[in-house]
């Protein structure tokens, strides 16, 4: 995909916290946390290019031009159920943001992606939307998600994960080009049952402890 954006983020903190992460004898709490602060992280990188706008304060010794972010612009949209483990990190940046849910089920019999939940903030058409999923895996869920969003036209769609393979990075940007992907990892691939290589294991199992 010539023109399809991955912004592979390789700073040493983050790829500290990921390798904890990766360790199957982490716990439960131990991975949330670990989780929580890659978010924020995360979240530095992807409002990097947040537009600004100008206002006039006083500082206690003068008047001076200062520069606000508008958060409520900004809206996480988490797929359920591992988007969630992201989402506080993130909120923890950009407070202001609003937070959209997208529930999708894969069918047995058709092995398509089935919406059973879709709740977005109103007025998509002037927000930005960050998609949060840990892994793209498939690209199956992902680029459902982002076919699902893009029918409400918001201003941009980004989607941030943890760890992507090479397999979910064409899938998605084969159907979705335009949508830059940003990722902490790029992993070897996937197994037969659809789970990514080196990888972390089942990232919701991992955050909610139901394995
Ligand atoms: N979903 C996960 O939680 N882990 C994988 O490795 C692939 C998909």
Do not use: W
Not at 31 to 39: D, I, S
Not at 134 to 160: D, N, Q, W, Y
């Amino acid at each position: 995909m010539p023109n399809a954006v991955v912004h592979h983020l390789t700073h040493p903190l983050i790829q500290h916290k990921l390798t904890l992460m990766r360790d199957k004898e982490r716990s439960t709490s131990g991975f949330r946390r670990l989780l929580h602060e890659t978010a924020l992280l995360m979240a530095y990188e992807l409002t990097r290019d947040m537009p600004l706008h100008a206002v006039e304060i006083e500082t206690p010794l003068e008047k001076t031009t200062g520069f606000l972010i508008d958060g409520k612009k900004t809206v996480f949209a988490v797929i359920l159920r591992a988007g969630a483990g992201l989402l506080d990190g993130m909120l923890e940046v950009v407070p202001g943001a609003r937070v959209g849910h997208i529930g999708l089920y894969r069918d047995p019999k058709t092995l398509a992606a089935v919406e059973y939940y879709f709740k977005m903030p109103e007025h998509l058409g002037e927000r930005d939307v960050i998609v949060l999923d840990p892994m793209l895996a498939t690209g199956h869920s992902a680029a459902a998600a982002v076919t699902r969003l893009k029918a409400e036209r918001p201003r941009s769609i980004r989607f941030a994960c943890l760890l992507a393979a090479p397999e979910g990075l064409a899938h998605f940007h084969g159907l979705h080009p335009d949508v830059p992907v940003t990722t902490c990892a790029i992993d070897r691939g996937l197994d037969d049952h659809g789970y990514i290589l080196p990888g972390l294991g089942d990232a919701g199992d991992r955050i909610f402890g139901t394995q």
